[in-house]
């Protein structure tokens, strides 16, 4: 009797369990969503203008695919480890340079350096506590991506990837700290001491 009633509080505790995880993941909270939609639309934006202002005279590309699966992470999954700032930036930069350097050394063999670049970038990211799963589309874009993007050498990591890496964060910075439900970096000192001078500040100013 005891074994069947230790088992049905199990199951029971599991089914609530359940039930919460699905209603979260179900949730339509549409506070949440206008901050992803307005840190992605806003991020990816500033990007795209400058390239199609600037950079045509340059004959730079500054827009890569992966920023995109990036911004899905950094705007809308901002409590994820994959989406903050080491995992991000370095994710990023590690996996760029990768790229390039994969296809500098076998340029011709993309049946070879396509895979590689991407094994190469995630091995290296789980060993440098950075992974960030696009990263593997930015290490592939290096091999496979237009006669512009290879021409760039390792200039492409400065180039879109760090300076689009740069635009993105800085907006995640700003939009998803915009209200007390959202946080990020998730538990960074640096976000808790400025709303804590903010918050001061209003105290000090109502009274």
């Given amino acids: 009797m005891k074994t069947g ?58 827009l890569i695919g992966s920023f995109g699966a990036s911004s899905v992470l950094i705007y809308g999954a901002i409590e994820s480890p994959l989406a903050q700032p080491r995992n991000f930036i370095g994710g990023q930069l590690l996996s760029a340079f990768i790229g390039v350097t994969v296809y500098k050394l076998m340029p011709n063999l993309i049946w070879l350096s396509a895979p590689l670049a991407v094994a190469t970038s995630i091995v290296v990211m789980q060993m440098t506590k950075t992974l960030h799963p696009p990263g593997g589309a930015t290490a592939l874009i290096a091999v496979i991506g237009t006669a512009k993007i290879k021409s ?19 907006t995640a910075l700003i939009f998803n700290n915009m209200t007390k439900h959202r946080s990020y970096p998730v538990n960074s000192r640096f976000i808790r001491s400025i709303r804590d001078r903010v918050g001061r500040r209003k105290r000090s100013f109502n009274t």
């Fill in 5 to 62: 009633s230790k088992l049905s509080k199990k199951i029971n505790r599991k089914a609530r369990i359940s039930r919460y995880v699905i209603y979260k993941e179900t949730l339509v909270d549409f506070k949440e969503q206008f901050w992803s939609f307005l840190g992605a639309f806003i991020g990816i934006g500033l990007i795209a203008l400058l390239q199609s202002y600037y950079l045509p005279k340059m004959e730079n590309a500054l």
């Fill in 152 to 170: 760039l050498g390792y200039f492409y990591v400065v180039s879109p990837v760090l300076a689009g890496t740069v635009i993105l964060f800085v």
